[in-house]
């Protein structure tokens, strides 16, 4: 797999690792001539552990639809970077090419499924499954507050970022800003009640309407840009497997 980008993600690029995270790791791949040209390939290959690679289309596909997640991938901090190319440089140094008021939606939307399933947790009476992976009943800090507060920390993180990113146009995935950094940490600490985290959220929500309304993030992304781009990655690769064959006679 020819990876031509790798971050280190979640909550240690996020700057709220506790000594339990697991390291996630990301990435991109360039396809293979030989699948660029043939009957295609697959747009997502994983290797355990925690480890996801997206093909580059899929990759900018996603960052043009403004996906929290994958657009974190270009605002991470260079420090959790592992592995670059001049792709990736290439994508970074336009990656407010990607941006749009979209992210109004993209980001609420996710938080709202954060809220959704921090809703479902409460009370902990149904042991209540994180992505079918994870039961809230077996943290000590959901036991604690009375609903999933990874759920929580997430919802509240989601929408602190979407503001900021239609305020500024800059998603600030490292969150820098101690006394929020500080908050977040006391809430994946069950420091807050359900009802408290249900009140941030709304008031956040009510706030990314505002910051939409007044944002100078363009309506739509570039995708005129991001096909061009796409489109000389892709004859990059072709050139460049030939060459190779011609240097080991293939």
Known sequence: MNIIYEVLSGSHAYGLATETSDEDVRGVFLPTPEELLG??????KEAKPDKVYHSLRKFMHLALKANPSILAWLWVEPRFITVDSWISDELRANRDKFLSKAVRNTFGGYAMSQLKKMEKS???DRGYALHGERD???DPYSQKAGYDVKNAQNLVRLLY???KLLQTGEYLVFIADEEMREHLQ?????GFSFYRILGEAQGMLDQLDYWCEHSSLPDKPDREWAEQFLCKAHLWSVEHGAKKDEQTGA
């Open 39 to 44: 009957f295609g390939y697959p747009e997502t």
């Open 186 to 190: 006391s809430i994946r600490r069950g």
């Open 136 to 138: 809230a009943t077996a």
């Open 161 to 163: 970022c979407g503001n």
């Open 122 to 124: 409460y009370g902990l």
